[in-house]
């Protein structure tokens, strides 16, 4: 049982080392669409996946039209602000791709609008914050996709 952590243009490599390790430890494949706001040879990238970074299934893409021609008959959620379905209501399913958006702005209006059926939200108790850390989003995710599928 395996699920994909796609990751848009992501921002700050502590989030992606992080996200690494995590994907490492719930054997999990992690996918990273470029541009990204470093270089994966970042120290901090480094630090933060500590030294588990080279037993990680990572694959990069030039561009987010890269990525959907290699994964176009796949099962996808994504994961917005903007959702109206809690990440709890996804129907997980063994390889399916969870798809996150650059720490700054999220994901991009056209793949809101395109994939309006599979736009999820983790809920929020609070109206003074916006959104949780990418790092702490893709964990509550990826936990509860695992606890579903056993």
């Known amino acids: 049982m395996a699920l994909n952590i796609v990751l848009f243009e992501p921002e700050i490599p502590n989030?992606?080392?992080?996200?690494?390790r995590l994907?490492?430890?719930?054997g999990s494949k992690l996918h990273l669409v470029k541009p990204f706001g470093f270089e994966l040879s970042d120290s901090r990238l480094k630090r933060a996946g500590l030294d588990y970074w080279q037993h990680l299934d990572v694959y990069s893409y030039e561009s987010i039209d890269d990525f959907f021609?290699?994964?176009?008959?796949q099962e996808f959620a994504f994961f917005?602000?903007?959702g109206h379905?809690?990440?709890w209501d996804i129907p997980f399913s063994?390889?399916?791709?969870?798809?996150?958006?650059?720490?700054s702005v999220g994901l991009p209006k056209l793949l809101?609008?395109?994939?309006k059926s599979h736009l999820y939200k983790i809920p929020l108790y609070s109206e003074h914050i916006r959104s949780l850390n990418l790092a702490n989003a893709?964990?509550?995710?990826i936990y509860e996709g695992l606890r579903q599928l056993q």
């Open 85 to 87: 379905q809690s990440h």
């Open 69 to 73: 021609a290699m994964h176009k008959n």
């Open 112 to 115: 809101l609008e395109d994939y």
């Open 138 to 141: 893709v964990s509550i995710v």
């Open 23 to 26: 994907a490492l430890a719930t």
């Open 15 to 20: 989030n992606t080392g992080n996200i690494g």
């Open 94 to 103: 063994d390889n399916l791709f969870l798809v996150f958006g650059k720490e």
């Open 80 to 82: 917005s602000s903007h």
